[in-house]
């Protein structure tokens, strides 16, 4: 998969102006010819406070709830994870931003659940809609012991499931577009995870599904929507139904995105060969073994409470506008702990201004650690790094920046094909704890996919085999 990488890469000159068929742009909600829209309520989110629930991991909030999930909980769920925040009407329809961030606001994620002994929720599968809110509802049957056969692993009461429709990103960013669905559905489990632990219901992620068999399950026809990832949560049901059951119902077309709909048969291969026909454990991950005698610089530990997890999602936006302050050792303690509690197939390395505690230079964060490893100082490499991200001159002006990278080669080594699929989606989850964190310290925060990657993976202090997937600013 690693190839797809190489083969997507921006280099100088090699950027050709190509111009949007606006009339065909696809549309960022999804319907069903044959489900009508059932109406949610909008409800109140509750209290919790982000750095209570992002400092831990696997996220958790107090005790796990034993009780069986209520219809009001899961709606919050739904609404704080994927839930427009800013709302406008466009062509007579509600849309808007949304909790979850998206390259180009194009939105390829969906977002579904299956529901076994929930509260006031007949037992099926849902779809989510932003729109509304609502949720269709696919599939009467309790679909615990099913879904945990595509999954592996235990059935559980609710199960959600992240999918991508490529064309929505297709159409603007063409073959480097599976790159920002991943990145995107990264965003959306970061969600989805904290506020389950939040409604105390632990959640527990798995990227290595068995593929077809999830997408019969999901009622996925072709190819046009790929599942990505899965989260299961709020306890084991005490009756999961059956694990081989009918297939769903055959009458669920989705109606189009646009007059006319693409595909990338390159991206779909390189999917192809990723898919799983059984699913397996997911990964342990292992972090950097440190020589002996090497300095590192020990950040401070979290601090508890903060902005409250609701407020901290529905307030996020994507900022561009930094005034070059420094930030301290505690800040970036409290920022890097929030983004990194755990070890991951991705690893940040931190380009600090010169007004930073750290110092000016490139650092490698050690999560487990939690310390700074100084790389690369003594020189402002912030410039460097807007130049590299298409020239976005703004990024120069943040407090600090953080590469997100792999070593793709020893991650295929370690799990396979699958290893990509891992890589970018944990380093979409750790920009939107980055965004998070940053709304909760009063930062402002900008997420940026599209580079020079060689030239960004050359800056002072990145290793040899580093690939960078994805850039923050910050400040």
């Not at 002994?117 to 309790?142: C, K, M, R, T």
């Not at 790929?226 to 049901?237: E, I, N, Q, S, Y």
């Not at 995105?257 to 060969?273: I, K, M, P, T």
């Amino acid at each position: 998969m690693r190839q797809y990488h190489e083969e997507t890469i921006y280099q100088r000159g090699s950027l050709l102006g190509h111009s949007l068929d606006w009339g065909n742009r696809p549309i960022t909600v999804k319907n069903y010819k044959n489900r009508s829209l059932i109406p949610i309520a909008a409800e109140a989110s509750i209290a919790g406070g982000f750095f209570d629930v992002a400092t831990s991991w696997p996220p958790r909030y107090g005790k796990a709830s034993k009780a069986a999930p209520h219809a009001t909980g899961l709606c919050q769920v739904l609404q704080m994870s994927a839930g427009i925040t800013s709302p406008r009407w466009e062509d007579g329809r509600l849309l808007g931003l949304r909790a979850n961030p998206s390259a180009g606001a194009l939105y390829p994620c969906e977002l579904y659940v299956a529901a076994s002994e929930v509260q006031g929720v007949a037992d099926g599968l849902y779809h989510y809609s932003p729109e509304g809110p609502g949720w269709h509802f696919l599939w009467e049957e309790n679909l615990a012991a099913f879904a945990a056969t595509a999954l592996g692993g235990r059935p559980a009461r609710l199960t959600f499931f992240i999918t991508s429709l490529l064309w929505r990103s297709l159409w603007k960013y063409g073959s480097r577009a599976y790159r920002y669905c991943l990145l995107d559905a990264g965003h959306l489990l970061a969600n989805l995870e904290l506020a389950l632990a939040l409604h105390g219901w632990q959640p527990r992620t798995t990227a290595n599904f068995a593929d077809n068999a999830l997408s019969v399950l999901l009622s996925l026809a072709d190819q046009s929507e790929l599942p990505l990832v899965a989260v299961r949560a709020g306890g084991a049901p005490g009756e999961p139904g059956a694990s081989d059951i009918d297939l769903p119902p055959l009458d669920l077309q989705m109606q189009p995105l646009s007059r006319r709909e693409g595909r990338d048969f390159a991206v779909l291969n390189f999917h192809q060969q990723s898919q799983l026909a059984k699913p397996k454990a997911e990964p342990v991950w292992q972090g950097i073994t440190l020589k002996a005698g090497v300095r590192s610089i020990d950040l401070p530990k979290p601090a508890p409470g903060g902005l409250p997890l609701a407020r901290a999602m529905s307030s996020r936006r994507s900022q561009r506008v930094f005034a070059g302050k420094g930030l301290s050792l505690r800040q970036l303690g409290q920022l890097l702990s929030c983004m990194m509690p755990m070890s991951s197939p991705v690893m940040a390395t931190v380009v600090c201004g010169a007004n930073c505690e750290a110092g000016a230079g490139t650092h490698l964060y050690l999560p487990v650690r939690h310390q700074l490893l100084p790389r690369s100082l003594g020189q402002d490499w912030r410039g460097v790094v807007a130049e590299a991200c298409l020239s976005q001159n703004f990024m120069a002006k943040a407090s600090a920046q953080i590469i997100l990278w792999a070593d793709l080669a020893a991650l295929e080594e370690q799990v396979g094909n699958r290893a990509y699929r891992q890589a970018m989606l944990a380093a979409g989850r750790v920009g939107q704890r980055c965004y998070l964190a940053c709304q909760a310290l009063g930062l402002n925060c900008c997420g940026i996919g599209a580079f020079y990657d060689e030239d960004l993976a050359a800056i002072n202090g990145m290793p040899e085999r580093a690939q960078p997937l994805y850039v923050l600013a910050l400040g």
